[in-house]
């Protein structure tokens, strides 16, 4: 069980590498979440091998398993859950902004360089641009 | 009764009671104020209480007695950064005030600023490596938030990087945290330290340091790990911009300072050595990207990179007169950094820009913008006798004890720290030059009838007075850091104080 464990873990995490090395946006969004599950994987197996031990649910008889790293996992997936929620929307809102998928395609024109400085609204605040706009409100 | 969850309690509930009260209004922000004054008077009164009694405040969450449950401690070291950490939101909230009319403030901005802070505090306070973690993450995920709030589509191609350099970040911290536990069998950190001085020949124990060493200085923007940095930083408005320059790097000085000097046995020798090259390594390459750009903001990104390489430079050097000198360095660069964003945001208020070819004549119509720039320039650039001078000073004195009686490699740590403090000198003159100096240029006259400016200006005079303070009053702020670096260091001080903590109810049983 504990071999098993660490193959898979191992496994995940090159495929979560090789994933976020690629070009393309959903592949490197599936790289992160698989990344995030390796992680929680990973603490998860700090509990030990449960070779002949119970859950931590009911007290019985037998020895129980770990409950600290269970615990400590579910924080992680929630945390988990809300920043890959946050980078699909981000990674959509980039789709629609640049109609494109593609890093090389995305990033190729401008490093922050001048000319990059020059395309940044350099109000004081976003909101001030707003104001600009409207004519000042 | 105890406070040590009041530094994180007050910007949360504020937070949450901003999200409730929806709609900005004068009304709303002296709320705000009141609030976030009440933060800054909560952490001076720490600073005093445990400066005069010599120990930690240490709170028990829930009544579990440590080390099976959350504790938070709140030491001398803490509460520095805790008062840090609420001057800069004060200056942010002040800034912000100036600059932008309340009728067109974005509901969420305020409400996500406090999470923010709050983030960072737990981050302070906490004395348990998985809550950590946790504090990491609220303070990430509000940032990720408020640097793609109102963005434009510019913007939010560069939050890319910076959301995924964190999200690797973050699982590399899990995992650290992970293996912390396999190994030690307990997150808290005063056990862990505890645990820790029976194993100190362990290669788990370094395996686990370099590992911190690479999650923090992610955080910290440390030598290979930080092109997230200069690219994502200047997106974000002035006022924010001085809150994350001045606090979300030193986040990460700071945990790399608990973690090495109050978790992890004193032995990690290697992982010091480590440190210090990576740290001179980013002094150099922080320095040099500084000179390659030519607008305000992206400049001062930079320097983040090479004043970071200073302080953990000293941490590299590991004496507790070195990490004394850190918390002298860090509570004079917080200061000085975030008030030079501040002064970027200025001279774009007044010119329309920041970009040093169109910049020019602030000098004829604003000097007193022109003294506290120069004054924070030449602190940050190291000119005695102002702040920047001793903190520097110090660490140049253990690098070179350290030449004398360790190895002669140090000399090129000195040399590199005495080459980046010279180029930032440079650097700096190149905006004194180009934004104060050179006549106004055609189509960017100084907009005076913005006035605007005025009310920057006194709040960047405010910060200049008390970075002026620390420069002049060196002596009893490095009194101050001084003992904030030797309970820092004091281990068994530490573990002692957290582990004889009782909760409400009777010790549990094992």
Redesign the interface.
């Known amino acids: 069980m504990v071999l098993e464990t660490a193959i898979l873990i191992g496994l995940l995490f090159s495929v979560a590498t090789f994933l976020i090395l690629q070009k393309s946006f959903v592949r490197i969004l599936f790289g992160f979440i698989i990344l995030s599950n390796a992680a929680n994987l990973f603490v998860l197996s700090m509990s030990g091998s449960p070779d002949g031990k119970d859950g931590p649910v009911v007290l019985s008889d037998q020895p129980m398993v770990d409950p600290l790293p269970q615990a400590l996992v579910l924080t992680a997936i929630v945390i988990g859950f809300g920043v890959t929620a946050y980078l699909v929307i981000l990674l959509y809102r980039i789709f629609l902004d640049h109609k494109t998928t593609n890093i090389d395609e995305l990033y190729a024109e401008d490093l922050f360089n001048e000319a990059g400085a020059e395309q940044v609204n350099f109000e004081i605040e976003p909101a001030n641009a707003r104001e600009a706009k409207e004519g000042g409100s | 009764m105890n406070i040590a969850a009041f530094p994180f309690l007050l910007p949360f509930l504020t937070a949450i009671l901003l999200l409730i009260w929806r709609n900005p209004s004068d009304l709303r922000r002296n709320f705000i104020l009141a609030s976030v004054i009440g933060q800054n008077i909560l952490a001076g009164w720490l600073i005093y209480e445990i400066f005069t009694t010599s120990k930690p405040i240490v709170l028990a969450i829930g009544g579990w007695t440590p080390p099976l449950g959350i504790v938070l401690v709140v030491d001398l070291l803490a509460a520095i950064m805790l008062a840090l950490s609420s001057l800069m939101l004060l200056g942010c909230v002040l800034f912000?005030y100036v600059?932008?009319?309340s009728?067109?403030?974005?509901p969420l901005r305020e409400p996500l600023v406090q999470f923010l802070v709050a983030g960072i505090n737990l981050t302070f306070i906490t004395g348990d490596l998985?809550n950590l973690?946790?504090a990491f993450?609220i303070m990430?995920?509000a940032s990720?938030?408020l640097l793609?709030?109102?963005?434009?589509?510019?913007?939010?191609?560069?939050?890319?990087p910076y959301?995924?350099i964190n999200?690797?970040g973050?699982?590399?911290f899990?995992?650290a945290?992970?293996?912390a536990?396999?190994i030690f069998g307990t997150?808290n950190i005063a056990d862990i330290a505890n645990t820790a001085l029976s194993m100190q020949d362990d290669p788990r124990v370094t395996y686990l340091g370099l590992m911190l060493a690479v999650v923090f200085g992610i955080k910290a923007g440390l030598f290979p790990l930080y092109f997230w940095l200069?690219?994502s930083y200047?997106?974000l408005?002035?006022?924010l911009g001085a809150l994350y320059s001045g606090m979300l790097t030193k986040v990460g000085v700071y945990v790399l300072l608990r973690t090495f000097t109050t978790m992890l046995p004193e032995s990690l020798s290697g992982v010091h050595l480590l440190l210090a090259w990576m740290a001179g390594f980013t002094m150099i390459f922080g320095v040099l990207g500084a000179i390659s750009r030519?607008?305000v903001r992206?400049i001062l990104s930079y320097h983040i990179l090479s004043q970071i390489g200073y302080m953990v430079l000293a941490i590299g050097l590991f004496t507790e007169r070195a990490i004394a000198a850190c918390i002298f360095y860090i509570i004079h660069h917080i200061i000085v950094k975030a008030t030079l964003f501040l002064i970027g945001?200025a001279i774009?208020?007044l010119n329309?820009?920041?970009?040093l070819k169109k910049t020019g004549g602030l000098w004829a119509v604003a000097p007193v913008l022109g003294v506290c720039f120069l004054i924070q320039a030449m602190s940050l650039a190291g000119i005695p006798p102002l702040s920047g001078f001793w903190g520097k000073y110090l660490i140049f004195v253990e690098a070179v004890i350290k030449g004398q009686t360790v190895g002669g490699y140090y000399y090129f740590l000195v040399a590199a720290a005495v080459l980046a403090g010279i180029l930032t000198l440079y650097s700096m003159l190149k905006i004194w030059n180009e934004a104060f100096w050179k006549p106004a240029q055609p189509g960017h006259e100084p907009r005076l009838d913005d006035k605007?400016w005025v009310g920057m200006t006194a709040v960047i005079s405010f910060f200049c007075v008390i970075s002026l303070a620390i420069g002049l009053g060196a002596e009893g702020v490095f009194q101050v850091a001084d003992k904030a670096a030797s309970m820092a260091m004091d281990q068994d001080m530490y573990i002692q104080a957290v582990l004889s903590a009782r909760g409400k109810g009777v010790a549990p049983s094992p």
């Open positions: 912000r600059s932008v009319s009728s067109i403030e974005h998985f973690f946790v993450e990430l995920i990720y938030a793609t709030l109102e963005a434009d589509d510019w913007d939010v191609k560069q939050a890319f959301l995924s999200l690797v973050s699982a590399l899990l995992i945290v992970g293996f536990y396999g997150l200069p690219n200047p997106i408005p002035a006022s030519n607008f992206g945001g774009t208020c329309g820009t920041d970009n605007r």
